[in-house]
């Protein structure tokens, strides 16, 4: 059998792929830009005991990372309600 | 009570608990051997994926790694965690759509064609006993180190646990026990990072620790009254300066290796067969949205403690070893010394130890200590003076860290025999429960691969860890993500994309590694990228043959596009029926 999205469909595959995108240019933002790039210029700056670069390199992206799969994951479930695509 | 009684009892109690597991979660059908019937609640997979990441390396090694290398030490942090954010959002949720039990036979259906499995199960094979070798030499050595039996014996020990789970349950009987695992190393890594926390600094998060002010009774602790106050960064540099080491928070290599390294990480991390198939023992596609980020919290819960044990460890060690007369040594330095992970040299005849810049056993150098970076997590313990239940845990949980990530990889291995060989290849009319036998068989006869890799570790295992990532990188990842973001890309463009991409990646190593490992610096590097993160570009190449050679080769059949397409919703669409 063969199966055509309908628009619908390629509609939600759109907001999906924005919503991607969105979460890796943070991805990228705080790993591969402040916690690499700039980590020399944001060390200029303390947080606490911190210095803001180092902090991004050993917390800060990580502590990120969590909470943009988490974001995603709940921006994906009402996508697919507002779709009706939901499962169970 | 000692800490041989302690880690004895407690390592028991671990073992008695997975093997319990392991008999009530025995497999019945393949559908069980390879994805557990695909009914894994997300927070256990994410504990199990949790498991199965977290290896001997990352709980014994990783810490100590950092402790040495600074600021360089994040690629390793951020490298090894990022990549579950492409998984979340790139692999998981659409192989779980996809369902079948694995990697290989994921590529050779979405490719429609054989040369691509068989080339997909060597990568997987030769990646997962890559990686392998190494964790069975860990339940060796934390066996020998902590309870004084042999190397040798250790790894046969260890050896018959993960025979009897792996080949009784497959995949449901190492998922649960999996679990159990992650509980175990978890409590073992941050219960001591939290004492040394509080002893330092009062707080009892070692994450905010690490960037708190020092205490009076962390002050005394150290037994240097002017420490009160001061943060504990700051200290450390401090500490590195007068050493005549750069300080702690600076970073000493080239920003762009450090950034290759990182992706080749990340990437790597997500073109990891035995970390995908996690992805395919849940029972939705949004639970493999929220297993992923469950397996990354759990996953941080670590990485985010090891630059705190990381920091805590070095100021510890430096203060309570170095300018001390060897006479007056504290007892664990003397009991480490036994293992040979600690040592000294008295080169100017004073009697008193002394740290510097260099190699201990060089003449040349005033270095008169030896440090080995795994008896950071080892002994950390000890050197802050804990309970001796707490340094009984440590043992437990190096060996569950090493058993579950060995689990792991050889059902990888056997899958990738009984399923995408004997299966799909060369006996396609096999019933079921022979090919659960070969599924058995194939787990057995790799864990006494695996077991000799311990026995008899090849010089080379650390060498080629760069290897596996690399790999992974360059083949699995492009043509996963192609695969499923890209309905014209075809057959032709992923045979010619993986070729490149690992004999590159394949080249560049061996060249540094083996051919020419006196030009392995960052003089002879290519625009400076280490064979560590060679695997970016590795990647890069990947997708640009792919595309490339896909503009000018036939576009994949109908019915591959839209299986393709199926892969992108969830809810009632149906997988159009595969080739077998």
């Known amino acids: ?88 | 009570m000692s800490i041989l009684t302690w880690t004895w009892i407690l390592t028991g109690l671990s073992f008695a608990l997975y093997i319990y597991i392991a008999i009530a979660a025995r497999a019945k059908t393949t559908g069980d051997f390879y994805a557990a019937e695909q009914s894994v609640h997300p927070i256990l997979n994410g504990m199990a994926t949790g498991a199965d990441w977290m290896s001997a390396a990352s709980f014994i090694s990783m810490a100590g790694l950092i402790s040495f290398l600074g600021r360089d030490g994040s690629f390793y942090l951020m490298g090894w965690t990022g990549g579950y954010v492409l998984l979340a959002m790139l692999f998981g949720p659409y192989l779980r759509k996809y369902g079948k039990f694995t990697i290989p036979q994921f590529m050779g259906d979405r490719y429609y064609s054989n040369s691509i499995r068989v080339l997909s199960l060597l990568c997987a094979i030769f990646v997962s006993f890559t990686y392998v070798a190494g964790q069975m030499r860990g339940v060796g050595v934390v066996f020998s180190r902590f309870m004084g039996v042999s190397i040798n014996m250790g790894v046969v020990v260890g050896m018959a646990l993960v025979f009897f789970y792996a080949t009784l349950g497959g995949m449901k009987g190492i998922t649960y026990t999996q679990v159990a695992q992650y509980c175990v190393l978890i409590v073992a890594y941050l219960i001591p990072a939290i004492f040394i926390s509080i002893q330092f600094t009062g707080n009892p998060i070692p994450q905010l620790g690490m960037g708190s002010q020092i205490t009076a009774e962390g002050a005394a602790f150290l037994n240097d009254p002017s420490a009160q106050g001061k943060y504990m960064l700051e200290m450390l540099n401090g500490i590195q300066k007068d050493l005549g080491f750069a300080a702690y928070t600076s970073g000493q290599r080239p920003r762009i290796d450090v950034w290759f390294i990182t992706m080749s990480l990340m990437i790597g991390t997500a073109g990891l067969p035995h970390i995908l198939i996690r992805f395919f023992t849940v029972p939705k596609m949004r639970d493999a949205r929220s297993s992923a980020g469950y397996a990354l919290l759990f996953i941080a819960l670590l990485y985010t403690t090891a630059p705190a044990i990381a920091v805590f460890a070095r100021t510890n060690f430096v203060k309570s070893v170095h300018n001390v007369e060897y006479t007056k040594a504290p007892s664990w330095f003397k009991n480490w010394e036994k293992t040979g992970l600690v040592g000294w040299k008295d080169k100017n005849g004073d009697g008193i130890m002394q740290i510097a810049k260099g190699k201990w056993d060089d003449a040349k150098t005033k270095n008169e200590v030896k440090i080995d970076q795994d008896i950071m997590v080892l002994a950390n313990p000890e050197i802050a003076k804990l309970p001796n239940w707490v340094v009984g845990l440590i043992g437990a949980g190096g060996l569950a860290a090493a058993l579950s990530t060995a689990a792991g990889l050889l059902l990888v291995i056997s899958a990738a025999i009984s399923h995408d060989l004997m299966k799909a290849i060369v006996k396609p009319d096999m019933t079921e429960k022979e090919e659960l036998w070969w599924a058995r068989g194939a787990a057995g006869v790799a864990v006494c691969i695996a077991g000799l890799f311990g026995i008899y570790p090849p010089g080379f295992v650390a060498q080629v860890v760069a290897f596996a990532f690399g790999l992974a990188a360059a083949s699995f990842f492009p043509c996963i993500l192609m695969g499923i973001f890209n309905k014209k890309a075809n057959k032709e463009g992923a045979l010619v994309g993986m070729a490149v991409g690992i004999i590159f990646v394949a080249a560049y190593i061996s060249y540094f590694k083996f051919v020419a490992p006196e030009l392995n610096n960052k003089d002879h590097w290519w625009f400076g990228i280490s064979p560590e993160g060679i695997g970016t570009v590795g990647a890069a190449l990947n997708f640009i043959c792919m595309w490339v050679v896909g503009k000018f080769t036939p576009e994949p059949p109908q019915e591959i596009q839209d299986l393709v397409g199926s892969l992108r919703y969830p809810g009632k669409l149906v997988v159009p029926p595969t080739s077998h």
């Open chain 1, 1 to 88: 059998m063969s199966v055509h999205a309908t628009k619908e469909l390629q509609a939600y595959w759109k907001e999906n792929l924005v919503i991607i995108a969105v979460h890796l240019a943070i991805w990228f933002f705080v790993s591969f830009f402040c916690g690499i790039m700039i980590v020399d210029q944001l060390d200029a700056y303390m947080i606490g005991g911190f210095p803001l670069g180092f902090w991004f390199a050993n917390q800060g992206s990580l502590v990120t990372f969590v909470v943009l799969i988490t974001t995603y994951v709940f921006s994906m479930n009402h996508l697919d309600k507002k779709y009706d695509v939901h499962e169970g």
